[in-house]
C-alpha cells in the first residue's frame, strides 16, 4: 500500500524541531498524510490500544546491519534464525519510564529512555556510548555518563524544544500495518511507515519491501494484540501491552543500523521514580544548555564526509 495524499505546507520550525508525524510534536510541524496525522481506522481494523498511565520496562534492542531486507520486523524477540548474532546484528539493552500524569513548566508527561553502552545508533556517528533521552513537557534533554562519553560531548544538551513524550494515543498517528501484524500470526497489531527523504512525506503503509537503499526511513510500532493482566498491578484491567519499537537507524557507518527493533520485556505499570529519572534534569535551564547537534556533528566527529552522508531523521521536513 502507498501513500499519495498530503495537506499542504507543514510550519516552518528551527532546525532542532522535527518532524514527528504528530507523535512527538503538533501535527503543524511535519508534512502528514491527514491535516490532523491522525489515520482513521477502516473497517476490520483493530481499535487502538492505549499506553497505561504511567509504566517502565526493559527492552532488548536490536541492532541489524546485514539480512533485514529478507527478514523485517516486528520480531517475536530476536529477529529470526536465519540472521546470526554479531554476523548480522548487535545486542544491546536500555530501559524506559513514562508518566503521563506528570506536570511541570514545560508542559505535561515525562519519559526517559536510557541506552545502556550502545546510544540510540540513528545519528551519523558512533553510538559506542551510554546515553538517555529525558522530555519533560515539550523539552527533551539528551544525557551522557562520565564512564563512556564521547570526547567533547557535553554531560547535558538540549536536544529540542519541543519533543514531548508520546501521548497515550499516540498509535493514532500510524497507520496499521495488516503486513506488520500477519508476520508474527497476528499476536501484534503492527503499525508503521515509510517516509520519503526528499519531501519528508509519508510514501508506503508496513515495512515490506524494504526501502532503505532509496533513502527512505521507516517508523514501526507494535502491540499485543491480546489484553493480558499488568505484571504489577493486579487491579488494572488487563490491556494490549506494547511488544517493540521498530525503525530505520542510521544505515552507513559508524552506526552501521539500517534496522533496529527495541522489544519490551518486563513491561509494567511502575511510576518511575523521579530520584533516578526526571531529576537527572528537572532543574536545568533549557535556556542555558548546548544544542546537541547530533544530527549534524562538528566537523571531525563523523567517520565519512558530509558529502556521502545518507538522510536522517533529523533532515525529514527541512
Not at 241 to 252: A, I, K, N, V
Request: glycine share 8%; charged share 15%; with cysteine.
Amino acid at each position: 500500500m502507498t501513500l499519495t495524499l498530503s495537506f499542504g505546507a507543514h510550519a516552518q520550525q528551527p532546525s532542532d524541531v522535527y518532524s514527528t508525524y504528530g507523535v512527538h510534536n503538533p501535527p503543524s510541524d511535519s508534512p502528514c498524510t491527514f491535516p490532523t496525522c491522525v489515520y482513521a481506522r477502516e473497517p476490520g481494523q483493530p481499535t487502538d490500544p492505549h499506553y497505561p498511565a504511567y509504566w517502565s520496562s526493559n527492552w532488548t534492542m536490536y541492532r541489524v546491519f546485514n539480512g533485514y531486507v529478507e527478514n523485517p520486523p516486528p520480531y517475536d524477540g530476536a529477529p529470526p534464525s536465519a540472521l546470526k548474532p554479531s554476523q548480522d546484528y548487535e545486542v544491546s539493552r536500555g530501559a524506559t519510564y513514562y508518566d503521563s500524569t506528570w506536570h511541570g513548566p514545560a508542559g505535561a508527561g515525562a519519559m526517559m529512555e536510557h541506552y545502556e553502552d550502545r546510544c540510540l545508533p540513528i545519528f551519523p556517528i558512533s553510538n559506542h556510548f551510554s546515553c538517555s533521552f529525558i522530555s519533560l513537557g515539550d523539552v527533551a534533554f539528551f544525557v551522557t555518563y562520565a564512564k563512556d562519553r564521547p570526547q567533547g560531548m557535553p554531560p547535558v544538551c538540549l536536544f529540542s524544544p519541543l519533543n514531548h513524550p508520546p501521548r497515550r494515543d499516540f498509535i493514532s498517528h500510524l497507520p496499521y500495518s495488516a503486513g506488520d501484524s500477519a508476520r508474527l500470526g497476528n499476536r501484534v497489531q503492527g503499525y508503521s511507515f515509510w517516509i520519503g527523504h526528499a519531501d519528508g512525506k509519508p510514501m508506503q503503509v508496513g515495512v515490506s519491501p524494504d526501502r532503505t537503499k532509496d533513502q527512505a526511513i521507516m517508523f514501526g510500532y507494535a502491540f499485543d494484540s491480546q489484553p493480558t493482566p499488568d505484571r504489577v498491578d493486579k487491579s488494572a484491567p488487563p490491556y494490549r501491552h506494547p511488544q517493540s519499537f521498530y525503525f530505520s537507524g542510521y544505515p552507513l557507518p559508524p552506526a552501521n543500523a539500517p534496522i533496529v527493533s527495541q522489544n519490551y520485556t518486563n513491561f509494567a505499570m511502575i511510576k518511575p521514580d523521579p530520584k533516578t529519572t526526571w531529576d537527572l534534569v528537572n532543574k536545568l535551564d533549557p535556556k542555558t544548555l548546548p544544542a546537541c547537534q547530533l544530527f549534524n556533528p562538528p566537523a571531525g566527529a563523523l567517520a565519512i564526509p558530509n558529502a556521502g552522508r545518507a538522510p536522517t531523521w533529523g533532515d525529514l521536513g527541512k
